[in-house]
């Protein structure tokens, strides 16, 4: 039964919502901007009351608080009346958007820096949402909202988590489904990271890492045909053994433009999670911090290009240190080491330490010599500086360093993803 202006729904807290108006509908229910105690909410409500399994299973996701602040996560629960029930949740603020707006170029992410952003929090979350118990088990482009400007990230759609084993009776999605679960399969937090790899390759590649040739000389994509390619023969178009599926020029221009421009181990981690050993073993896939490893790695070797100022995205791995927009070299002798990692320092690049998306420090130009950079302390705690001749420095907050060869960093507590990490500047 749908519901009409003014009509109230009680809360299992005891709490009534006034509806205001409809906010959009999808295929199990209806969304209402509502107000509760004098704040506006969405209320989604079932076309067809659910199950009580189902009912039990959102009453305690209720009680059990989101897994991390990415999730717009189910707050309320309605009583069942009118034959159906419903929960409430926070409204999605207006300056994200639909997932499917960056895929057709509707929308689009202000730097690279805001995009990989957008990865590091969509895994994130699902790390989280894994380490809680849960599997998400509809995992698609519609449950992502994105602020373009910074790349923010919230997941909405939550109502069919269920605890690891268990399911909601949805099985997903076409093309985001993982192969097993085509083949007539039970979702699980193996086939989340099978769809988590496809929303990846989407978000940076705007191309479903399954349709290529093969796709495009379909007749018509019948259900017999989408088993095919989303299942049983599901083929990566960059699969390094099989050729049959590659990009279609004139097709899939997104993908082949963008594949070019991203560093090698981007590339090789998309190569290796849809080969067809992944494909068939859920258990070998990637795990949310593997991935936020390698997105760390790109992020590393995201530059400002000291000539043109535009973001440049080097690959070292294959000596690649043009810029992508001018095509000049760019010195990359200067860098800061953190364990592993070699961060290149150009003046306007962004330097992150940890996976939080907030930048620790900036690269800059000292106010009296251009020719001297410094690293500024973005943090809200202090640095000490290490000399070569033994001497101790300390950096405030919004104050700079100079990058000179041998200084050691002790970024201490300033940096809660990554508490006692140290840095060296070689240059």
């Not at 994200?96 to 957008?118: C, I, M, Q, R, V």
């Not at 192969?179 to 099978?194: A, H, M, N, Q």
């Not at 700079?400 to 809660?416: E, R, Y």
Request: charged share 25%.
């Amino acid at each position: 039964m749908e519901l009409k202006p003014n009509d109230k729904v009680t809360l299992t807290i005891g709490s009534q919502a006034t509806v205001i108006r409809e906010l959009g509908r999808g295929g199990q229910g209806i969304v209402y901007l509502v107000d509760l105690a004098g704040q506006k909410m969405a209320l989604k409500w079932y076309h067809n009351k659910p199950s009580d399994a189902f009912y039990k299973n959102l009453d305690h996701n209720v009680n059990a608080k989101a897994p991390s602040d990415a999730f717009i996560w189910p707050e309320y629960l309605t009583v069942k009346e009118r034959d159906s029930f419903g929960y409430i949740m926070k409204l999605r603020p207006n300056d994200y958007y639909e997932f499917g707006n960056y895929l057709l170029a509707k929308k689009h992410f202000k730097s690279f820096d805001a995009l990989l952003a957008s990865a590091m929090k969509i895994c994130d979350g699902f790390m989280m949402l894994h380490r809680h118990g849960y599997s998400y088990q509809d995992l698609n482009d519609g449950n992502f909202f994105i602020r373009p400007t910074d790349g923010d990230v919230l997941i909405c759609d939550n109502d069919n988590v269920m605890p690891q084993g268990e399911m909601s009776g949805i099985l997903g999605k076409a093309r985001y489904m993982a192969p097993e679960i085509v083949g007539g399969g039970k979702p699980d937090k193996y086939s989340d990271r099978f769809s988590l790899s496809v929303i990846l390759f989407m978000l940076f590649f705007a191309n479903h890492p399954f349709e290529g040739a093969r796709v495009v000389a379909c007749p018509c994509m019948t259900e017999e045909f989408e088993k095919k390619f989303y299942g049983s023969e599901a083929l990566f178009i960059y699969d390094k053994n099989d050729k049959s599926n590659l990009p279609v020029r004139g097709v899939h221009q997104n993908v082949l433009r963008r594949w070019p421009v991203f560093p090698s181990i981007l590339k090789e981690a998309f190569i290796d999670q849809f080969s067809k050993d992944k494909l068939a073993n859920p258990n070998k896939r990637m795990l949310e911090q593997e991935w936020q490893k390698i997105i760390c790695k790109v992020r590393d070797e995201l530059i400002i290009c000291p000539h043109c100022h535009e973001e440049s995205l080097l690959d070292l791995s294959k000596g690649a240190v043009k810029c992508i927009n001018c095509g000049k070299d760019i010195d990359i002798t200067k860098q800061l080491k953190i364990g592993q990692r070699s961060l290149i320092l150009t003046p306007g690049t962004k330097l992150y330490v940890d996976n939080d998306n907030i930048a620790d420090g900036v690269v800059d130009v000292y106010p009296n010599d251009p020719k001297l950079m410094v690293i500024r302390n973005l943090t809200k705690a202090s640095w000490h500086i290490d000399t070569p001749s033994g001497k101790v420095k300390v950096v405030e907050p919004k104050d700079f360093m100079p990058v000179l060869n041998g200084l050691k960093i002790s970024f201490g507590a300033s940096i809660p993803g990554a508490p006692g990490a140290k840095a060296e500047i070689k240059a």
